[in-house]
Nanobody, 123 residues
Framework: VQLQASGGGLVQAGGSLRLACAAS????????MGWFRQTPGKEREFVAS??????LINYADSVKGRCTISRSRNTVFLQMNSLRPEDTAVYYC???????????????????WGQGTLVTVSS
């Protein structure tokens, strides 16, 4: 399984970005896909997740109402609106090899990770 994240960049507060995670090297039909973010000195933080086949969508409270996770073909997207300086982080996509009901898997349960894409939100 290979995951390739892209779409990060520099944006002003209040702006939008759409991150993309291209997945390859496996059959993802039973997978859960997730987005995490990390800033220096802090643990990786859950942002959003969804079942590859659809549904089972979860968002962190910090991004609820501002972010939307979706999938088209072999790419998982994270649309981020109304960005804030505190959203500045390296964003990672990740894959967990089962559908997870009742909340997202913990970070350590995800078995495949993309390389990360930097999002910088200026005030």
């Amino acid at each position: 399984v290979q995951l390739q994240a892209s779409g990060g960049g520099l944006v002003q507060a209040g702006g939008s970005l759409r991150l993309a995670c291209a997945a390859s090297g496996g059959s993802f039909i039973s997978y859960t896909m997730g987005w995490f973010r990390q800033t220096p000195g802090k643990e990786r933080e859950f942002v959003a997740s969804m079942a590859w086949s659809g549904g089972l969508i979860n968002y962190a409270d910090s991004v609820k109402g501002r972010c939307t996770i979706s999938r088209s073909r072999n790419t998982v997207f994270l649309q981020m609106n109304s960005l804030r300086p505190e959203d500045t982080a390296v964003y990672y996509c990740a894959a967990y090899p089962r559908r997870r009901v009742g909340g997202p898997p913990a970070a350590h349960e995800f078995t495949s990770w993309g390389q990360g894409t930097l999002v910088t939100v200026s005030s």
